[in-house]
């Protein structure tokens, strides 16, 4: 028994209140009449019988009320016994770590001899839980006791290709210590890699009532070399022209020479050296790609040797293909936004597009389902047969391109975007009146390289409800002036002019040419899809619910996603390195290429100074001991029970009040 506030029993001489209330009684006699007081000798009358206590029942009630309410505040406890140190309950958690280093030499097998060692030495009572530590935590088994389940859950582990995060394990064993209400003994099994503790300290705080013990499995020093990064080209028109650059890193080795060799569907199409120096990096360039037509599986190989063959190679994947078609659809009129468009697109996108022109009087039987996007380039007029074969053309992930202008304005809606056109915004030539460029999203693909548009001169300009559209570019007065908008599983960009140099001179600034072609990659999807991505990361699969079903095979070649996901998931997570083939719900076909983050290529050890500041910080305070820790979880407070004692006994001591001023009142 104790008292965590022992200043607030001063409040023990309150307990006098209540005496001295009892003490004040007056005595009370009925005046009576009497002729004269002259023979009456004069004395002083004793106060002993007025001042005798009365009601002894009362002021031990409410003596003991006062005694209550202050040892309720002065917070008692008790100690229980039951700690690390005791034999209560506790829960044991083996985290173990399965990220892409641990495929070093025997790193697994010995993590697997020391948690079956911690395992047999357990308490049989304490329930335990094993878990796999990647860039997110899986708990593998729940909390049980049953050892020959927690043995066969730490053999199961295998080696993944993700990396590992120090901060997830941190937060997970947070969460665990509050579900469970009990003390948690955590034991990592790790190679204590320096690359996987996150940026911020405080980040690997743990809850005050959980003890982490490291199982350090890794080697002081181990050398290795890398292929840390490949820059490629996604698409490839012309091959004689692409150029493949990778860089060769060095962790704790020495200076070398390594060879660095280019593959393409397994076939080998360049071969360099790269000088390494210790501990450092060096790049090397491939000009000149052979690729097939479709999609081609390239890799980059060196000859390192190192504990870590998996990073020796970096997979990438390269689509050849003719140069996309664009159709460009306009009034027989107007031909100087064909003019403009045509020559800032194919000059620009280095042979990428070739536009082929149609009036609005030719594209009646024209199919847009063999090109990458269409441009309707302010058409007042549709044929009704191409209008909804566009429509259908966009819905199943199709491009479109739409620039509004004078003809665009006789009709009360856009096509295939599908908005009310509201008014035309019209600023003279003369006097310098005109408009220009207010706010723009320039994180956004299609505006990201052009820069603001600062000195584009607009001169005239259509209002167009954005609906459920985007809005990436205003003009001054608050028109919308550049909107995207998705239509099933494609998407459309409205500009709210033209494309020549009559309702603007935008043709006529630099900023022209790069917002074409960058609007014509980010249409065709080139621009959002990098030749490789990193373990962990997300693929988009479709834009809206209900569309077709997709499919995933992943590097083995078998199915990755189950008959419900590839109904209903919208994007998928690359779990392992190699070549993955998405089949998308719009129906076009990608190979992507996987790698496993360069990260955990770097093997060097987390300082041990910053290891052993985890294990002994925890979250009450910086520089608590773990003593001081483990005697503060042995304190339970009962001054909830005090207080409710105290609220038991003020309704008896109103009773007993209510009781004895009734017997006063019947006497007087």
Known sequence: ?????????????????PVWLHLLRQHKTTPKQFSSLMFFERRTQSSIRHRRLKYLLLMAARLLLLLLVILAFASPYIRRMGTFAGGGRRLLVLAVDNSYSMRV??????????????????????????????????????????TPELRAAVDRIQPADSRSSYGELARALRSIEQSARV?????LFSDMQKSSLPPAFTDLRLGSSTRLILHPVAESKSANWTVESVTAPRSVFDPKKARVQAVIAGFGTPAARRTVTLLVNGKSAGVKTADVPENGRASVEFVGLDANYGFNRAEVRIDSADALPGDDTYFFAVERSDPRHVLFVHDARQQRGLLYYRTALESASGGAFLVDAVTTEQVANVSPVKYGYVVLSDVGFLPATFEEALKNYVRTGGALLIATGPASAARPRVPVFDEALRESRYASRAGERFL???????????????????NVKFYQALRVDQGA?????????????????RVGEGKTLLLASTLDNISND??????????????????????????????DSHVELRLERGAAT??????????????????TARSFQLTEAGFYDVGRASGHHELVAVNADRKESDLEIAPQDTLALWQGKGARQAGEQGMETERQQQNSGIWWYVLLAATGLAL???????????MEATQS
Not at 4 to 13: I, M, N
Not at 183 to 187: D, G, M, Y
């Open 1 to 17: 028994m104790g008292l965590l506030a022992p200043w607030f029993l001063a409040g023990l001489a309150l307990l006098g209140l």
């Open 550 to 567: 997709v499919e995933v095979l992943d590097p083995r070649g078998r199915r990755a996603m189950s008959l419900k996901e590839a109904a």
């Open 436 to 454: 220009v460029t207010g706010s723009m999203d320039l994180t956004h693909p299609v505006l990201r390289a052009t820069g603001r548009w600062d």
């Open 469 to 485: 559209g985007r809005v990436l570019a205003r003009l001054s007065d608050d028109t919308p002036l550049l909107v995207e908008k």
């Open 652 to 662: 008896l001591e109103s009773l007993l009040a209510s009781r004895y001023l009734a």
């Open 105 to 146: 030499g025997d790193r697994l097998a010995r993590v697997r001899r020391e948690a079956a060692s911690v395992l047999s030495s357990r308490n049989p009572r304490d329930q335990a839980q094993i878990l796999a530590v990647g860039s997110t935590v899986h708990a593998l088994t729940q909390q049980v006791t049953e």
């Open 506 to 535: 935008f043709p006529l600034h630099p900023s022209f040419v790069p917002f074409v072609e960058q609007s014509g990659r980010y249409l065709i999807g080139s621009e959002v899809r990098p030749s490789s991505y990193t373990v």
């Open 183 to 187: 003390p948690v003994e955590a034991h």
